[in-house]
């Protein structure tokens, strides 16, 4: 496959497989449902307690305004808290709620158990091949992510 080819068909493939995977995800999921780019917010906060909206941006590839407003929903829905920073008053620090917990962990055996169970429908070369991919695609993210911090 071409360089040109391969680049046109990496760039419509994975925002369509992010696509079909969410849409999976929200079928039977009860209201509020948990958003791909709230459920990434919801994940770093988990993983990072009282991390700084700013810093949560700059993780997440986002602007600080989009993840601002991603805050107001999950604060409004009572899954995330934010506390001002004892440190510098101007900045919140972000904490998951238990009820933000427990949506998490639903969304991720969710969201794990789809993907395990289409993954299982290929054959093992297939799967090989996936597995294969991974270490190149983690470095086409860090290629893409770094592009972006030079020209930030």
Not at 57 to 66: F, G, T
Not at 109 to 125: I, S, T
Request: aromatic letters at 2%.
């Amino acid at each position: 496959m071409a360089a040109g080819d391969l680049s046109d068909e990496l760039a419509g493939l994975l925002p369509r497989i992010q696509r079909l995977a969410r849409r999976r995800l929200w079928s039977g999921q009860p209201a509020p449902r948990l958003r791909g780019a709230h459920a990434e917010l919801l994940r770093l906060v988990a993983a990072e307690p009282g991390i700084r909206v700013s810093t949560a941006a700059h993780s997440l590839c986002l602007a600080p305004n989009s993840v601002s407003t991603l805050v107001n929903h999950l604060v409004a829905e009572g899954l995330l808290r934010r506390e001002k920073d004892p440190g510098d008053r101007r900045a919140a620090l972000l904490y998951p709620t238990p009820a933000g917990v427990g949506k998490l962990s639903d969304w991720h055996a969710r969201r794990e158990a789809l993907f395990r169970e289409h993954l299982a429908g290929l054959d093992a070369a297939d799967r090989a091949a996936l597995a294969a991919a991974l270490p190149a695609l983690h470095g086409l993210a860090a290629s893409l992510r770094s592009q972006g911090d030079e020209t930030a």
